[in-house]
Every structure is written in structure tokens, then in C-alpha cells.
């Protein structure tokens, strides 16, 4: 099923577009009509699946065609941890870019100036707050958060965030939101304390249960843990493994591609970049070169990664980890297709390594971990399954 083929507005549909998505992944397929209908939704689906952009895009579409005037928060998506908030965040940045919706990522262990930017925000109003228990009620006990007319509340990873303790506080926050509201559940899991929790808060739920796809068999998948600096000389020790005939790399910036590009053409490699610096049609003359074969090497964005729909590739490269499985999964399906057989290789930063942990629960196996060869110099070391958080604001002011 096609983007194209929900009632989404022509201004939803072109963040879709510019996103690189296309087709709807299974648990999109049946969410989104759902929330669109305005059913309140308990959703087994594991990070990966797709369910960030299955509860974001008919949310945005509501918010659309229900707008208040009243500057207060329309929707509050509660998350675990800040790493899950900025990222929300940063999809929902790309996929509302052409509409009027407005966001901010609300989390701890930021500076004064970023409390200060929440607190700006959720007294003036915004249309979407994504953020974590604690940090939202420290906003809500000093007063001026306005959730009297909020319509849409989404608890993603809910599973997570009773392990952590949660609970009590997201009651808390619902305790400051009106009763007539539509209430989107995902889960991974449905132990007993969820289904408590649905009971509590949602009214006639819908339930979906979606597992993640998974990798062809015949891939070869492999796995460099190595420092930031070490990702350029591993994608050349790694291109000169054995005569790939196509080759296409992921990073997860535009300066990463334009750096990684710069460097390979300079070893007089057949290279080509696609970014968002790029017009359309110098994007589209690239990809129709690497599928002629005129370029060997096709460097993209990751917000571009979806949108890239060849065959016959034999090597992907992941030069940063992906922020989902299912992401993951659609980048090393690129290859291995038909009766061929494919590699994919995966490059992790010592800060990306819990991300990737995730990636292989996911895969319900973990990714073999290759050597970083000598001369690259000291490897880090491999971190057990915790995250590694860092500082990091995000806000979209309205327009």
C-alpha cells in the first residue's frame, strides 16, 4: 500500500515525498486508518516496525483538520528516554516540513537554555510535545503547561517505561489532561501491568499485533565497532575487500556524504553523492547513473534511504547505525535480492552501540563483529547493552 493512498493533505504528502517513503510498512497499513478514524489503539509493535511514522502521520493530519486557536498542546507523545525523544523529533521535523505543525522535544539533563526553550514552548503553546515523564512534570508542577484543550496522547515503548518505573508518573501527567481524547498505546511487549494500564486510560482500543521482517538469508551481514575518525579509511579497507561491481552507502548526515565523497574521488573512484543540498533533478540524474552503471558508488543521506529503488547492488555499507530496524532492514535489503547473494556492513561509534544492540534484539541475533584492521590503529571497546546519552536540543517554532 501506497503513502499516496490515505487521505493525507497535498502538504503531508510532500514530507512523506521528501522523506524517501513510498510504500506503508505493515503495522502503518493498519494504524494509520485507525487513528485517522479517531479509535483509540493498543499496538504490539517493536521498534523497528515503523510505528513512529504509523502514529505521527494521521496525527499531523488530525491536528490539521481539527486546529484550535487556543496556543495550548494538541498532542503529548511520552517516551522513554531522551534518545527516543529527539529522535521522534527529528522524523517529525522532516515529515511536517511543508505544513504549519510545530514541535519540541522535551527531556532531562540538558542546560538552563533548554529548559528555558521548553518552558517558552509549552506556555505559548505548541502542537506536539514529545518528551519523558520526568522532565514533563517538572513543566506541569510549575503551572503553566496548557493541556486543557490537548486532543491526542500516544505512549510509545509503554513496556519500557514501566520497567523504569514510569508509572505513577504517567499517570500523573494524564491527571492534567482532559477525559474526551484519543489515546494511541504501543508496546513491544503485553505483560500485565500494560493491559492495567490500557484499561486505565483507553476507551474501546482497537488492538494490532505487528512483528518485524526480517533480512533475506542468503546475506552476509558484518558489523566494524570503530571511532568516528576511523569511518572514512574502514570504507576504503573495506571497498578494496574484493571487486565490488555496485556499492551503496548510507550516513546519516549531508556532511558525512559530501566529506566520504570528496575523499573517495580523490582515490579516482566512480562515485556519486544524493543529499538534500542537491536539486531533484540533479538527484534523480545520480541514481539513473548508478543504475547504468556510468557510477559505481552511491553516497546518501539517510532521510534519502527509502527512496532509492535498485536491484542489483552487492554491497551496502551502513557508515552510522540506522535509528530503526526496520530502517536497517530496507537499507541491507537492497541487496541479496532475486537468486544474487548480497553483503551489508555496518559501522559502529562508541556512542551508537547501544542503538545497534537494539537493531540485533530486533533481528534476534546478534551481527558478527569484524576486526578493525591494525593500521586504523585502537579500536573502542565493545559496551555492554546500556545506552549512551549525550546533550542535544531540538525545536520547532511555528510558523
Known sequence: MKFSDFDFDNDVLDGIESMGYENATPVQEQVIPLILDGRDIIASAQTGTGKTAAFLLPLIQNILDHTNNDHGVNAMIIVPTRELAIQIVQTLEGISYYTSISCIAVYGGGSGD??????????????????????????????????????????DEADRMLDMGFYEDIVKIISFMPKQRQNLLFSATMPPAIRKLANTILVDPAEINIAISRPPDKMEQGAFICFDEQKIPLVKHVLQLKDFASVLIFCSSKLSVKRLTADLKRMKMSVGEIHSDLEQEAREQVLIDFRTKKIKILIATDILSRGIHIDDIDLVINYDVPHEGEDYIHRIGRTARAASKGTAYTFISDKEQYKFHRIEKLLGHPVTKLPVPEALGPAPEVREDKPFHKKKRNFKKKR
Open 114 to 155: 533548554s529548559f528555558a526553550t521548553e518552558k517558552k514552548a509549552l506556555s505559548s503553546g505548541v502542537d506536539i510535545v514529545v518528551c519523558t515523564p520526568g522532565r514533563m512534570i517538572s513543566h506541569l508542577n510549575m503551572g503553566y503547561v496548557k493541556l486543557q484543550n490537548l486532543k491526542y496522547l500516544v505512549l
